[in-house]
Each structure stands twice: as structure tokens, then as C-alpha cells.
């Protein structure tokens, strides 16, 4: 049990905590699942890119998938090897491109044929042959949230086989490229396994028909996307995960890379929030925290659903809204929730806010962003400071 009245005293609210031990466990389950086959996890770095979450999870040996050069070097500063990094996203920069070229990551996952020419004219330019995998977009409805579905031809990311299967046979004939892996994501928070399993099964075909031409793809890159509980979905095993995957993979001798992100810290990470005051508003109670959406922004972006809870208060419940003090409508964690009668500086806990928590945190309401705490082994320790007015203007010049 982890002692939040204890946190919040110690490190004042609002707060992110993070228990380690939780993130060592979700890693260990999913890399035993896959262990039938060489794997690599490829954390997704942009889930929760804190130095000491890299630290933890290079320490159990995870690479890194990446979706911007920040987050390329993140990975490199926490110690996770270069061969063990990919560089994923629909838009990169050509200092980007450059940047992971001369970095001599592990591949480049290419989104569009276009993109391929950058990369291509790049590395000639540096004399490089770019190791490169394409991401196929195999058309699947992952069943998921529209705004986090993705493997859909009406998203955005990916190419169609057709088009994926010319990328690699130019890529096959250049100086320049180096296809050495392929990659699919379908989406995020996937609870079903058939639409997994579909997408497999239809980049485990083409994988087939490039290598009988002799394309050597060597990664079998699946994305990520492993959902978990905020409520009361129904979660897919890691072992099922891994074997629906393996059953599509029959005669192929690849590593297959998977990249999940919410899977290993979303559990673990908890917002700490101090209650501020209660208000009533004509039939509706409110409960309005010192968190805001610029904290924590799911609920606000996605209408997610997030566990609440008042430390140490039962009874007495009733509906109300928990708001923050942002000047947005949008600004709510959690609405028609039945929650006991709250008082000034009672600690509410926000569960699940692992990923996609701090990272999507801006200073909207000029709100410097909140602290980060780790807990492991029992012991806890700050692994980002809150920060002060100074570091909101630190950037801002000739106002004076
Ligand atoms: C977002 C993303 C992931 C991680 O998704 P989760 O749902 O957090 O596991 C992995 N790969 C790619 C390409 C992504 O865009």
C-alpha cells in the first residue's frame, strides 16, 4: 500500500507518483510472454519519458521507440543502447532524420513513400545506407477510442500494402536503404485480440512475399497499443497477446519487436491532488482540486475514465464533478462520480495516470508543471522537481 497522505506532506500536491516495481512487474510478464521467440521491447518512450522510467526500464533491458529526436536522445542519456532504438512518428524533420542516421539507431519506421525519399537523399548525403522498416497500415477497426485508433485507412498513419510493397522493393534496390524490418500499429488501448491478431496475420503475409524475393526483413515490429484497466474492461493477457501474434509468424525466422507504452506504466503511475473547496451549482456539487488539465489532460482530450478516490474517507456519498481550476469548461477529471463529502486539503488520488499523464502537461494558466516521485523498494525520491515561476519565463526575452 502506498502511503499518498505520507507523498502528498512530503512533496506537496498536485503530484505524479510512480511505483517502479509495479513498471519491473508489468516489463517481466510481457518479456516472459514472448520468450518462445527472440524479442525486443521497444518502450514507447512518449507514454512517460522521465530520465529515471528510461533508467528503470534500460536497467531490466528495454530499447525505445521513439517519436522524436528529444525522445531519441532521452533513450541515449538513460543508458539504452543505440541498437535498441526505433524511430517511429508520420512527420520527422530532415535534422531529425539526420540526426538519427549519424546516432546509428537500430531503424527508421517510414509512414509515407515521400518520407522514404528524405530519408534515402539524406543518407546519401552522409554517405549512410539508412536501416529502415515501413509501417503498413492493414486497414483493421482496432476497437478503440477514435482519436487513439490508428490502423484504419481514414488515419493518418501508415501506407497501404500495395504501396508498402513498392517502397520496399525501391529500398531493395537502393545504396541508400537498408529494409531490414516491418511495422504495424492498429491503435491504443486495445482490449479485443482478433483485430491484433487480423493486422499479424496481414503483415506476416507480406513479410512472407518480400522475403521469398529476398527482401531479409529481420524485425517483425507489431506497435504497441496493449490496453489496461481504468475501469472495468476486460484486458488481453500478455500471453495471449504473444501467442496470437506467434500463431501468424509460423515459418518466419524474425525478432519480433513490440512497443507498448501504456501497458507498462499506466497502472503505475497515481495524481495526487488537494481538494481545494466544495461548491454546489444549481443540482450539481462540484469538487474543485488544485490539479487542473494541464496536469492531466486524458479525461479532457479523450473523455477518459480515470479511478477517484478520497484518501481515507467513506460514506456520506453523492454525485459530483472533481474540476480544476483551469478556466475551461473542459477542465474535469472525473464527472457524476459518488464521492464522500469532501473538506479543504483532503487528498483525492487519481488512479491509472502513469501514461499519457505528465508528458501531455503544459503551463496553460501560466501553472508550472508538477513534481514527479518514484517509489521503489518501499523507499521513495523526487525524479523531477515542480517547477517554479522562474522556469514558466525563463525562455521569454525583450519584455522588459
Ligand atoms: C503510441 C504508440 C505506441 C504506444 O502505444 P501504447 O498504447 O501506449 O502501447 C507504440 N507504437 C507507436 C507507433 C505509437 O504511435
Not at 133 to 152: A, E, F, M, Q
Not at 202 to 227: E, H, N, Q, R
Amino acid at each position: 500500500m502506498i502511503d499518498f497522505k505520507n507523498l502528498a506532506k512530503k512533496y506537496d500536491t498536485p503530484l505524479y507518483v510512480y511505483d517502479f516495481d509495479l513498471i519491473e512487474n508489468n516489463f517481466k510478464d510481457l518479456k516472459e510472454a514472448f520468450k518462445a521467440r527472440k524479442s525486443l521491447i521497444c518502450y514507447a518512450v512518449k507514454a512517460n519519458s522521465n530520465l529515471s522510467v528510461l533508467k528503470k526500464l534500460n536497467s531490466l533491458g528495454s530499447g525505445a521507440d521513439c517519436v522524436s529526436i528529444g525522445e531519441i536522445k532521452r533513450a541515449l542519456l538513460a543508458g539504452i543502447p543505440k541498437y535498441k532504438i526505433v524511430f517511429s512518428g508520420v512527420g520527422k524533420k530532415d535534422s531529425e532524420i539526420e540526426e538519427a542516421l549519424k546516432l546509428d539507431i537500430l531503424f527508421i519506421n517510414l509512414e509515407s513513400e515521400a518520407e522514404m525519399l528524405r530519408v534515402e537523399e539524406i543518407a546519401r548525403k552522409l554517405g549512410k545506407k539508412a536501416r529502415i522498416s515501413i509501417r503498413v497500415n492493414p486497414n483493421i477497426d482496432p476497437k478503440t477510442h477514435p482519436y487513439i485508433s490508428t490502423g484504419l485507412h481514414e488515419n493518418k498513419f501508415g501506407v497501404e500494402i500495395d504501396v508498402a510493397k513498392r517502397m520496399y522493393l525501391k529500398a531493395h534496390r537502393s545504396s541508400f536503404l537498408e529494409p531490414v524490418g516491418i511495422h504495424f500499429h492498429i491503435g491504443s488501448q486495445l482490449t479485443e485480440l482478433e483485430p491484433i491478431k487480423e493486422a499479424s496475420q496481414i503483415v506476416a503475409d507480406l513479410t512472407k512475399s518480400l522475403i521469398k524475393i529476398g527482401i531479409d526483413i529481420k524485425f517483425f515490429d507489431v506497435g504497441g497499443g496493449l490496453g489496461i484497466k481504468y475501469k472495468d474492461e476486460k484486458t488481453i493477457k500478455p500471453y495471449d497477446y504473444a501467442q496470437a501474434i506467434f500463431s501468424t509468424l509460423k515459418g518466419l525466422d524474425v525478432t519480433v519487436v513490440c512497443e507498448p507504452g501504456r501497458f507498462l506504466v499506466g497502472n503505475a503511475g497515481y495524481f495526487l491532488t488537494k481538494v481545494l473547496y466544495e461548491k454546489i451549482s444549481g443540482k450539481k456539487r462540484f469538487i474543485i482540486v488544485d490539479g487542473g488539465m494541464n496536469d492531466l489532460l486524458r479525461p479532457s482530450l479523450y473523455n477518459a475514465y480515470h479511478r477517484v478516490e478520497v484518501v481515507g474517507k467513506k460514506g456520506d456519498e453523492s454525485l459530483a464533478d472533481v474540476v480544476g481550476p483551469v478556466c475551461e469548461s473542459g477542465d474535469f477529471f472525473a464527472k457524476d462520480r459518488l464521492l464522500p463529502k469532501t473538506e479543504h486539503n483532503d487528498l483525492i488520488v487519481i488512479y491509472s495516470a502513469g501514461a499519457y499523464g505528465f508528458v501531455m502537461s503544459s503551463n496553460y494558466n501560466s501553472r508550472p508543471r508538477v513534481a514527479e516521485v518514484a517509489i521503489e523498494n518501499k523507499n521513495d525520491r523526487i525524479i523531477r522537481q515542480r517547477e517554479s515561476f522562474e522556469d514558466l519565463i525563463a525562455k521569454e526575452v525583450d519584455f522588459i
